[in-house]
């Protein structure tokens, strides 16, 4: 099930994160996986705000309070779309749909705070990236197409030295964003 971050997951999201990491060494980005998670006052605040949410696998527990998360997701409002800052599966979870439901929550919220699409920052050229992003429907962002919020994020990700790998802006429409009036 996908819900609302509680305080009691902020610890679990730091596991997730160090967890997905782990991949990125298999493909020679060691420093991607190096990456320290987010911390807890971050992750608090996404909590706080209503910008993070969690996969929980129940499995055969089932009772209130038995769910443990699984994945997690980060969201940022920038240039009038949601921006996914995080997504992350932990592996031992990974290939039962965890992070495309977790980017379907992002669109509704999307939908429902009246932004008109979902976009984030990825590597062009992992398998789990920007291939993975275009299968959801998202697509590449010409860097003349970047609004002043995505053109900080990139020079942000310059800064922390990911550009050593190629990166791409993609975006995805909301479905509610042709709406009249919506």
Known sequence: MIRRAEPRDLRRLQDIERAAGTAFRGIGM???ADDDPPSLGTLEAYRARGRAWVAS???AAG???DDVAVAYLLVDVVDGAAHVEQVSVDPAHAGRGWGRRLIDTAAGWADEQGLAAVTLTTFAEVAWNAPYYARLGFAVVPDAELGPGLLAVRRHERELG?????RVVMRRPVRGSARIGG
């Open 30 to 32: 060691a420093a991607v």
């Open 57 to 59: 696998d129940d499995g």
């Open 63 to 65: 009772g209130v309070g």
């Open 162 to 166: 990911l550009d050593a790998w190629p």
